[in-house]
């Protein structure tokens, strides 16, 4: 096989794989829980990712609760801004999100990604 054959191939791959991120949603729905953890991480691709506790919320201790990773995005949006408000105040949340079967590499660690945030009063 040609290196000139081999590119075009790993390029229609890669083309397919791009056109499908983003376009296969598994689940979507809302979550209630306190957030324990709003943080940019990433080695090539840095985006914000979150844990949400759920159970267990009498002391934010998590206890006997069930963790729940997401994604926010590549950027400090005003979601990010109102999740890292939510977090110091320890204050619960609804999380709106929606998770998908394929996601490239550059949109976060997790396939669920962040929606919109509620802080309950």
Partial sequence: MSNRNCVARMA????LVMSLTGCWTTQEGDKHGVLVKVAKEGSLWGTY????????LADASGANGSAFHFTFGQ??????????ESLSQNKPVVLKYHCEK????????????????????
């Fill in 102 to 121: 394929f996601v490239a590499p550059w949109r976060g660690e997790t396939n669920c990604f962040a929606d919109s945030l509620e802080v309950m009063k």
């Fill in 12 to 15: 229609g791959v890669g083309l």
């Fill in 49 to 56: 990712e979150g844990e949400l506790i759920r159970g267990g």
């Fill in 75 to 84: 950027l400090k949006s005003s979601l990010v801004k109102k999740a890292q």
